[in-house]
C-alpha cells in the first residue's frame, strides 16, 4: 500500500491503463489466452512472455519507418546482429 501511495507508484499506476491493459485485453479476446494450459507461476510466465513477445513481433512487422533517402551500412549491420541476438536469447530461454 505503501508503495502505491509514492510518487513512482501514483505514476505507474496512472501508465498501467494505456500501456498494459490494452495488450492483456486483444491477448484475451483476439488471440484465445482465455485459459493458461499449464501448471505453476513458471509455466504461465512463460506463456505470458511467449505471448507478449509475438504480440510485439506482430506490431514489429507492421511498423513502416519513414523513407530514409541514405543509411550507413554499418548501423544496418548493428541492427541485424542485435535482431539475431535476441531472437537466439528468446530460444534458449523457451527451450528448456
Known amino acids: 500500500m505503501e508503495r502505491q501511495q509514492s510518487r513512482k507508484g501514483k505514476w505507474m499506476k496512472r501508465l498501467r491503463p494505456n500501456t498494459v491493459e ?8 483476439y488471440y484465445g489466452m ?3 494450459g499449464v501448471r505453476g507461476k513458471a509455466g504461465a510466465n512463460k506463456v505470458m512472455l511467449m505471448a507478449a513477445t509475438t ?3 506482430k506490431k514489429y512487422m507492421k511498423f513502416k519507418p519513414l523513407k530514409v533517402v541514405s543509411q ?3 548501423l544496418q549491420k548493428q541492427l541485424d546482429n542485435a535482431f539475431v541476438y535476441h531472437l537466439a ?3 534458449r530461454l523457451f527451450s528448456n
Open 22 to 29: 490494452p495488450v492483456f485485453g486483444s491477448l484475451i479476446h
Open 72 to 74: 550507413p551500412v554499418a
Open 55 to 57: 504480440f510485439n513481433l
Open 34 to 36: 482465455r485459459k493458461i
Open 89 to 91: 536469447a528468446l530460444i
